[in-house]
Nanobody, 114 residues
């Protein structure tokens, strides 16, 4: 049984930082890439970051390039999303996902507001 458990969401001021974590079980973590998505009531769910299985190749949505960083810790079977210089438009529910497979985390709310 594949399970993804997210943590790290919360309220942060504009310009602040937050790091999300997603711990994965039931699958060989070092053999899969991971994705981070976000969703608001006004927008479709969008892919914001991807990291390949090897942990070196990454891709980012244009609006977060230079501000967000995705990484993998294979020893902990955990993928992270480090978010810096946060903006109100980053407010959303963030979901981690196994690349190419329909396994999702439960979602964690990130609110950027003063």
């Amino acid at each position: 049984q594949v399970q993804l458990v997210e943590s790290g969401g919360g309220l942060v001021q504009p310009g602040g930082s937050l790091t999300l974590s997603c711990t994965v079980s039931g699958i060989n973590f070092r053999q899969v890439g991971m994705d981070w998505y976000r969703q608001t009531p006004e927008k479709q769910r969008e892919l914001v970051a991807h990291i390949a299985s090897g942990g070196t190749i990454t891709n980012y949505e244009d609006s977060v390039k230079g501000r967000f960083a995705v990484s993998k810790d294979n020893a902990k079977s955990t993928v992270y999303l480090q978010m810096n210089s946060l903006k109100p438009e980053d407010t959303a529910v963030y979901y981690c996902k196994v690349s190419n497979l329909n396994y999702w985390g439960q979602g964690t709310q990130v609110t950027v507001s003063s």
